[in-house]
Structure formats: C-alpha cells, structure tokens
C-alpha cells in the first residue's frame, strides 16, 4: 500500500515517520573528526583497498553525521548530539553476529537505539531513522547504471524480476522501463532490508507487482515513499534527477 502522504521538510520524526537523508559519499571529508571504531575500521580492512574501502568508510561515517544532524532538529542546542556519540550495531537474528545483520543506532547515555537503514550507490549515500518499534528499508538506485540499460537490463530481468514483472516492463517504452527496473530493483531491497532476510532469504527476491507479492507490501500497516529528484529528504536536500529510492517502514510486529 503506497502512502499517499509526500513527506515535506520538518513532517517526518523518529516518533511518527522515519527521517531520512542523502548525501554524497565524498562529503565525508569535510568531517575529519569523525573517526570510525575498530569494529568498522577492521570490516573496512575487508574491502578492496581504493573506491570499495573508502565508500564503505564514507558512508558510515556519513551514517553518523546525518544521523545526528536529523536528531538534532528538535532538540535544545544544549541537547545536542554529536555523530561521535552515535554508535551503528548490527546483529543478525539467524547466527547472533554482529558483523552483518540489520542495523540499529545506539543513542548514549542509555538513551536505547532507533531502527536504521542505508544504501549506497553512484557517489551517493541515503539513511533512514526510525523508532525501535518499526521495520525499516530504504534504498536507492542510478537508472543510469548500465545494469538497467538495454541488453544488460535483459539479464537483470532474467533473475531479479518475475514472469509478471517482466511482462508488465515489456509494455513499457525504453525509457520508462529503464526507470521501472531502477524503481522495482530499489523497492525489491527495501522489502529486503525491513523484513530482515536480505535479497538472499529463502523466499528469494520480493516480487513487488502481480502474483505472490512480498506479504510486506500488502499489509495495511506498510508504508512507502517514493525518493527522487522531486522528494526533499528530512534536512531539505534533493536526490540527483537519475537517482530513484525507495523507504519503506510498517509497524514490527508485521509478518
């Protein structure tokens, strides 16, 4: 079920709707005093060095700054969180570590923790923030990444969609498609993200259009908005015009 209800800056907070925010990766240097911990500094060991390592240090290092940034809108300047007093924490529900899994943002001072999403991808990170009580998922897509194109948008198709999916992709001109398969793919790892299960889960990816659709999406409780270069994001920024996303959030006691 799609909210019908655009979010307008100052409208979404932790205790009602998610915040959420984008960036570019490369803003991370202006943020030199944000350091990540050891946890993060050795998953970021994990990474090839170059664009891989310094995209996944960026971006949680963003993670943190846009996190405080959003928290801090309504807060007295004497309340005010700095992105060092943040923590991001991951623990997966199937195997207890805490090298992967959902996110969460630990607040200090046994202030508890707010469900937390992000995504990167072509320069460009976005982060979600959402009371502990909901599921969250928010991701974003390049519709001008060559993996939506022609020929290799076909291959896309083969795996990531189902036989309505492609069917109703076939019905559209080329440009369209093209944007309806950055659309759906962002949709698809939303779904993911907030059930928990990931793209890999036993179900396989969410179908998002016709028959067997992911049970998030029909539940009354779901609620999705649409990011695009129309959307100002919690702090009042717009997305790139070829940079289309999803946020998805539903209360967590869905199935």
Not at 173 to 180: C, D, E, K, V, Y
Not at 225 to 248: E, F, R
Request: aromatic share 4%.
């Amino acid at each position: 079920m799609r909210s019908e209800k655009h979010s307008a800056v100052g409208l979404i907070t932790p205790g009602t709707e998610p915040c959420w925010s984008a960036t570019r990766l490369s803003d991370a240097a202006l943020y030199p005093e944000v350091l990540l911990n050891s946890i993060e500094q050795q998953r970021a060991r994990s990474y090839h060095e170059g664009t891989p390592r310094q995209n996944f240090s960026n971006g949680r290092i963003l993670v943190k700054v846009l996190a405080a940034k959003m928290l801090n809108r309504d807060r007295e300047p004497s309340t005010k969180l700095s992105p060092a007093d943040l923590t991001i924490e991951q623990l997966c529900p199937g195997c207890a570590s805490t090298r992967h899994g959902n996110p969460r943002l630990r607040l200090p001072d046994r202030g508890g923790s707010l469900t937390l999403s992000y995504a990167r991808t072509g320069g460009w990170l976005v982060v979600a923030v959402s009371r502990a009580e909901q599921l969250l998922g928010i991701d974003v897509a390049d519709a001008a990444d060559p993996a939506f194109a022609p020929g290799s948008g076909e291959l896309l198709d083969d795996y990531a969609f189902s036989p309505q999916e492609r069917a109703h992709l076939q019905r559209m001109n080329l440009p369209q498609r093209i944007h309806q398969r950055a659309s759906w793919w962002s949709l698809k790892e939303a779904v993911a993200k907030a059930s928990g299960v990931g793209l890999a889960g036993e179900d396989g990816i969410p179908i998002v259009e016709g028959d067997g659709k992911h049970v998030l999406l029909s539940s009354p409780g779901t609620r999705i908005l649409a990011l695009n270069s129309h959307t100002p994001d919690s702090l009042g920024h717009l997305l790139p015009d070829t940079l289309v996303g999803t946020l998805l959030w539903a209360p967590r006691s869905t199935k």
